[in-house]
């Protein structure tokens, strides 16, 4: 997170969502929800389909009315408030464009609705389409442009109004692979450029970690965890998140000890190992995860480290490019591990193990993380 940002965060926030809650019919879609979105934040709803992430973001454009809560925005209440109303500018994947407008009267459309003078409409609206990149298409129509540069303009629509705050309904989620690759990094140049907080919702896990100064992983209408890229990553709070964000290594297991800043787990697999966790306790379960990157591979019959590992079979190899990602069957168990090893050294990628070898896993200390059962599941989403 930027500087700038971490000076606002201390500031009230743009965005406070309290007590939040949304049933349609017996189902609960978001259940006592509690977030804070900072100025000039660029803030991620996180998670699978029905995880309650587009209803949040549409209670606060007021598309939708909650059950129960607030939606404060900028120290207002905007419960009751119509979408139109409210200091807010919401982008969809869909564009929504007029097709009988030119762009550059897309993007003059609310200002003229405001009885903006003219002048200030021309420039505005020129500042805009140059920040995206478009001011050489403005007297274009929409079916004259690319999805990628309908979706510019749908941007530039919103940013011109200089809404508090800009929500983002998986706005990249139409665009192809590459093209949505680099509007990542444009969305992010002019969410800064800006300084608008942005409220962005996607279920791309490598979306959210590119673009976002937090995140907010959500799961059956809870939230599991808030908090930057690295943190949600590196230290997930729950099971939920450390699958659902990036591949882990997910080992079951029980506290045996908590004492002096070290904590020691029994896994389900036999194995005993030491970790450097705080706020577990003796007897209590939950799981050890080390992500894939952070294995060592190596034949089972000649370790070179006394580290902590399990021993298993190789079951799948899979050359991704870039890495080589290992699938091994563990023994004693129905579980499996993953490991990625990267192919930048030839010599050692043409050395790894194929199907049906002998391997052991191992792993440092410190790059073994503890994480409690997801918190939905713990019953906080019922």
């Known amino acids: 997170m930027s500087a700038n940002v971490e000076a606002d965060n201390q500031a009230a926030p743009i965005v406070a969502l309290v007590g939040i809650k949304k049933r349609f019919g017996n189902f609960i879609a978001v259940n006592d929800l ?3 979105i900072g100025q000039g934040e660029f803030f991620t709803l996180l998670g699978p389909s029905g995880c309650g992430k587009t209803t949040t973001l549409r209670m606060i454009a007021g598309f939708e009315t909650p059950d129960a809560g607030s939606v404060l925005i900028d120290g207002v209440d905007q419960v009751g408030v119509s979408p139109d109303k409210r200091p807010t500018n919401t982008v969809f994947q869909s564009y929504a464009l007029f097709p009988h407008l030119s762009v550059r009267e897309n993007v003059a459309y609310g200002l003229k609705r405001r009885r903006v003078k003219s002048a200030e409409v021309k420039r505005r609206v020129q500042t ?3 920040r995206v990149g478009l001011w050489g298409e403005a007297n274009r129509r929409p079916n004259q442009l690319s999805g990628g540069q309908q979706q510019r303009v749908a941007l530039a629509r919103a940013v ?3 809404p508090k705050v800009l929500l983002l309904d998986e706005p990249l989620g139409a665009l192809d692979l590459k093209l949505r690759k680099s509007l990542q990094v444009e969305l992010k140049r002019i969410q800064r450029e800006v300084g ?4 962005y919702v996607t279920h791309d896990q490598e979306e959210a970690l590119t673009m976002s100064d937090r995140i907010a992983v959500m799961n059956r209408g809870v939230v599991e965890q808030v908090a930057g890229p690295e943190e949600v990553y590196e230290r997930p709070a729950t099971d939920f998140v450390a699958g659902f964000i990036g591949v882990s290594n997910l080992m079951a297991g029980t506290v045996s000890s908590a004492v002096s800043g070290r ?3 029994k896994l389900a697999a036999g194995l005993e190992i030491e970790t ?3 706020g577990f306790a003796a007897g209590e379960r939950c799981h050890a995860i080390v992500r894939p ?4 591979i190596e034949a089972a019959a000649s ?3 006394a580290r902590p590992g399990l021993s298993g079979t190789v079951i799948s190899s899979l050359y991704l490019g870039s890495a080589t990602q290992i699938a091994v069957e563990l023994d004693g168990t129905a579980s499996t591990m993953t490991v990625l090893v990267a192919n930048s050294d030839a010599a050692a990628s043409a050395g790894l193990p194929g199907g049906g070898a002998r391997v052991r896993l191992s792993w440092a200390p410190e790059q073994v993380h503890l994480v409690r059962e997801s918190a939905a599941i713990r019953g906080l989403g019922q």
Do not use: D, M, R
């Not at 990157?293 to 060592?296: Q, T």
């Open 303 to 305: 370790p070179t480290n």
């Open 34 to 36: 509690n977030l804070e």
């Open 196 to 199: 608008i907080s942005f409220v």
């Open 276 to 278: 450097t966790a705080q």
């Open 263 to 265: 904590t020691t787990v």
């Open 128 to 130: 805009e389409l140059e």
């Open 293 to 296: 990157e952070k294995l060592l």
């Open 160 to 162: 011109v109004n200089l």
